[in-house]
């Protein structure tokens, strides 16, 4: 008989309820791949917002014809963009990896809210760090990776200031490490319940959004790192210094058309967008810094697998701090 895994699926967009727990095919590594036993991965804004279908207008109809017009396709039922895991098998040709290496991987696509899954031995894989639990591992791949490339584009120099807006998301909680690792005076802004957290990770002045807007305040930042893509673009641009950078980690239509228009102007300002640009040398990048400790892991709750609804509605609250764990084996 064919081997089964239990995953968490979902069959129709709609909200946490949709997901269930499964036993679907278990993967076998083909030649060039290899098969991992996860034993964590993460639940992100990213998997609600796929689950429910909540995108922003211009990526709504190019999204539903690659997700599925009716009803999410095959390959996307099963979220997860985060694993860290041990090795169990691996397919001819493979010189790499070995069975009981413990790994960590930034999915190009989903699929780690599953007991397994087989992947290239050419994508985004790293060697897990030594004495770091797969847990603390897991919070820097994908989501650590969006932060380290958005931090690059900034190009701080030590003693610039930069505002963090959405400080308190898995993005963000790694943006705000790396920028004090670059030499910054950091300001983050979220919710008043995440900014104690936000302060013991290193930012230098905190904002709660709710009580004060940081575009009327008077003062002005080298860099505006936009993790959320709520707040005022032309009253954001008012509040960067006169060589300031506007990076938009989520973009919205309309902000990019006007930065668009904003950097065809003279003037030092400039706005940044850009899809992060993920590869296996920074993922092993961001595990060195993991195992030196200068990344400290935020990890808010951990739920079990088949916790999975509970989670998702965790997450879409809008109450996490940093990283929502899905601890899948023991």
């Known amino acids: 008989m064919p081997q089964t895994m239990k995953a968490a699926v979902y069959r129709e967009y709609g909200g946490p309820e949709v997901l269930g727990i499964e036993d679907v095919s278990k993967p076998a590594p083909a030649r060039g791949e290899i098969l991992i036993k996860i034993m964590a991965s993460t639940v992100a804004t990213a998997d609600c917002e796929t689950r429910s279908f909540t995108f922003p207008g ?3 109809l190019p999204l539903r014809l690659a997700f599925g ?3 999410p396709r095959k390959y996307i039922q099963i979220l997860g ?3 860290a895991g041990e090795v169990e098998a691996v397919g001819s040709g493979i010189t790499t990896y070995t069975p009981g290496d413990k790994v960590v991987a930034a999915i190009q696509g989903f699929g780690a809210h599953a007991e397994y899954k087989c992947l290239s031995e050419n994508s985004i894989i790293a060697p897990m760090p030594e004495g770091v639990s797969y847990q603390d591992a897991v919070t820097y ?3 650590g990776l969006n932060a380290l490339h958005f931090i690059r584009k900034a190009a701080l120099q030590p ?4 505002l963090i807006n959405g400080a308190g998301s898995s ?10 690792r670059d030499g910054a005076e950091v300001t983050a802004v979220d919710g008043e319940g995440k900014l104690d957290m936000l302060r013991a990770i290193g930012a230098d002045h905190v904002i709660d959004y709710a009580r004060d807007d940081f575009t009327k305040n008077g003062v002005t930042y080298d860099v505006i790192l936009d993790v959320i893509g709520k707040s005022s673009f032309s009253r954001s641009m008012k509040a960067l ?3 300031g950078r506007y990076i938009f980690a989520n973009p919205k239509a309309l902000p990019m058309l006007r930065g668009f228009w904003s950097n065809r102007k003279k003037g030092g300002k400039r706005v940044l967008f850009q899809l992060a640009k993920e590869s296996a040398e920074d993922l092993l990048a961001m595990q060195e810094m993991v195992e030196k400790g200068s990344l400290k ?3 808010d709750r951990s739920f079990r697998l088949d916790e999975i609804v509970e989670a998702h509605r965790y997450v879409g609250s809008g109450e996490k701090k940093g990283h929502v764990i899905l601890q899948l084996s023991t």
């Open 58 to 60: 211009w990526l709504w």
């Open 69 to 71: 017009v009716f009803r």
């Open 81 to 83: 963009q985060e694993l």
């Open 141 to 143: 791949t994908a989501f």
């Open 159 to 162: 003693g610039e200031k930069i």
């Open 171 to 180: 993005i963000g909680t790694t943006a705000v490490q790396l920028a004090k």
């Open 241 to 243: 210094s006169e060589n």
């Open 297 to 299: 892991a935020v990890i």
